[in-house]
């Protein structure tokens, strides 16, 4: 396990994109010993290029984390939650996939300034992410097959140009009274996109539509947690190769070059062009 303590350090695994594996150590009996790989508790901390496999708490990030950054992590299989943030303000989660864990994927509370982008956060037990009393931004995030996609307690939140699909219960859950800004966000595939009924939406909001993504459990028909790495959570699109185009294709809430968009939602990774795409681009 790694405790980071003091401001302004960078842990980056060197490599390939999660070619560098933090894994529970074996105990004396020869089983792993799950733990909390990475623990924070310091500003201006920047994580990046790790699959952390099988922890108790992929990362847990505490007390003033002012300008944490999180970037290219891949979390499967946490006994808890994957990625845990209690605190601190201006920070940011980037092309973070976080998969199988025991309870919710990402767990934020009394945060503010969280900004998730292109992220998949899918097949875990709970909610795929879950805030208490924070504020947080989600943009060209997906979304899928968690038990409820977003659990808002008591927080502000701003969801743009993101998918929210496949969920047992509530894509997104919350409260009326909750300060909430829904709009250019595709759900589908839920028992109910959205619960209670009168959380406002705003423009561009699609409910009830299928995103077709293109093979989402992959060539090993594994959905996520140890079978993450050929899940294909791109957007079906002729370009691609594939019949139609999805709903989520060219559906964002502005042109790709004005939102700085790069990466692509297509199978064959060609660049997202003209009005963005909705959901993680990669």
């Given at each position: 396990s790694?405790?980071?303590d003091?401001?302004n350090?960078t842990?980056?695994?060197?490599?390939a994109?999660?070619?560098?594996?933090?894994a529970?150590?074996?105990?004396?009996?020869g089983?792993?010993n799950?733990r909390?790989?990475i623990?924070v508790?310091a500003?201006g901390v920047?994580?990046e290029?790790?699959?952390i496999?099988?922890?108790?708490?992929g990362?847990?990030a505490?007390g003033?984390?002012?300008?944490?950054a999180?970037s290219?992590?891949?979390i499967?299989?946490?006994?808890?939650?994957?990625l845990?943030?209690l605190g601190?303000?201006?920070?940011?989660?980037?092309?973070v996939v976080?998969t199988g864990?025991?309870?919710?994927?990402?767990y934020v509370r009394?945060a503010?300034g969280v900004?998730?982008?292109?992220?998949?956060?899918y097949e875990?037990a709970?909610?795929?992410?879950?805030?208490a009393r924070?504020e947080?931004g989600?943009?060209?995030?997906?979304?899928?097959?968690?038990r409820e996609?977003i659990?808002?307690?008591?927080?502000e939140l701003l969801?743009r140009d993101s998918i929210?699909?496949?969920t047992?219960?509530?894509?997104?859950?919350?409260?009326t009274?909750d300060?909430?800004t829904i709009d250019?966000?595709l759900f589908?595939l839920?028992a109910?996109?959205?619960?209670p009924s009168?959380?406002?939406?705003?423009?561009?909001?699609?409910l009830n539509?299928?995103?077709l993504f293109?093979?989402?459990d992959g060539?090993?028909?594994?959905?996520?947690?140890a079978?993450?790495?050929?899940d294909?959570l791109?957007?079906?699109?002729?370009?691609g190769g594939?019949?139609?185009d999805?709903?989520?294709?060219?559906?964002?809430?502005d042109?790709?070059s004005a939102l700085?968009?790069t990466?692509?939602?297509?199978?064959n990774?060609a660049?997202?062009?003209?009005?963005?795409?909705?959901?993680?681009?990669?």
């Amino acid at each position: 396990s790694v405790r980071i303590d003091r401001a302004n350090v960078t842990l980056r695994g060197n490599g390939a994109h999660a070619s560098v594996i933090l894994a529970p150590p074996l105990d004396a009996h020869g089983t792993e010993n799950p733990r909390d790989p990475i623990r924070v508790r310091a500003s201006g901390v920047h994580i990046e290029n790790f699959w952390i496999r099988q922890p108790r708490r992929g990362i847990i990030a505490q007390g003033n984390l002012d300008g944490l950054a999180i970037s290219d992590v891949v979390i499967t299989q946490a006994e808890r939650d994957g990625l845990t943030i209690l605190g601190g303000e201006g920070i940011t989660v980037e092309g973070v996939v976080v998969t199988g864990s025991g309870r919710y994927g990402v767990y934020v509370r009394t945060a503010t300034g969280v900004e998730f982008r292109d992220c998949d956060i899918y097949e875990n037990a709970r909610a795929g992410l879950a805030l208490a009393r924070a504020e947080v931004g989600v943009h060209f995030t997906t979304i899928y097959s968690n038990r409820e996609g977003i659990r808002n307690g008591r927080s502000e939140l701003l969801l743009r140009d993101s998918i929210i699909a496949g969920t047992e219960r509530d894509g997104l859950r919350g409260r009326t009274t909750d300060v909430v800004t829904i709009d250019h966000t595709l759900f589908g595939l839920n028992a109910r996109d959205i619960a209670p009924s009168g959380i406002p939406t705003g423009a561009g909001v699609l409910l009830n539509t299928n995103p077709l993504f293109v093979d989402a459990d992959g060539p090993d028909d594994v959905l996520g947690s140890a079978g993450w790495a050929d899940d294909d959570l791109s957007l079906s699109q002729v370009g691609g190769g594939q019949a139609v185009d999805s709903p989520a294709v060219d559906a964002g809430s502005d042109l790709a070059s004005a939102l700085d968009v790069t990466g692509s939602t297509a199978s064959n990774g060609a660049p997202d062009t003209g009005q963005a795409d909705l959901g993680a681009h990669r």
